[in-house]
């Protein structure tokens, strides 16, 4: 495969090609590892009971964030950082919020200038991550329309 720009040639046959898909898969058994408790006794339950468990489940979700802060900034040098944002940004009083909006992670994700690009590559992350996560439990899947809300500034 090759490009033309400016009448000069481009070979694209170095570059390996990987599926966003299989990278969240790589993300999602990484953050599984990680989420499994550290007690060899409590690693026999079962992944349908572990997922009822809220630290479990949080280790997961922190897992998951992490890989994803990492491929959002891998991916485009304009990213500087990447941070987990705890509760609802930009919501000052208390008021009560529906489960599946305090189930997202908000990742403040600081650029050096916006990219419509990098926004994409955030979608598209956040549906890969809900189709993996949905492979663990169907249940989970239909809970969640959006697991990551990126936040983006400059």
Known sequence: MSTVIDNAK???TDINLMHLQDIVETICNHALARAYPPFPSRKKLELEELLHDSTFVERFRVGLMQGAAYLLAASDERVLAVYRVEGNPGVQTRVKTNTAE???????????????????????????????????????????KSLLNPIFIT
């Open 102 to 144: 305090a189930a997202k992670t908000h990742l403040l994700i600081l650029v050096s200038n916006r990219s419509a690009a990098l926004n994409a590559l955030a979608i598209a992350l956040d549906q890969a991550l809900i189709r993996e996560v949905g492979k663990l439990s169907p249940k989970l899947q239909h809970e969640q």
């Open 10 to 12: 481009a070979a694209f």
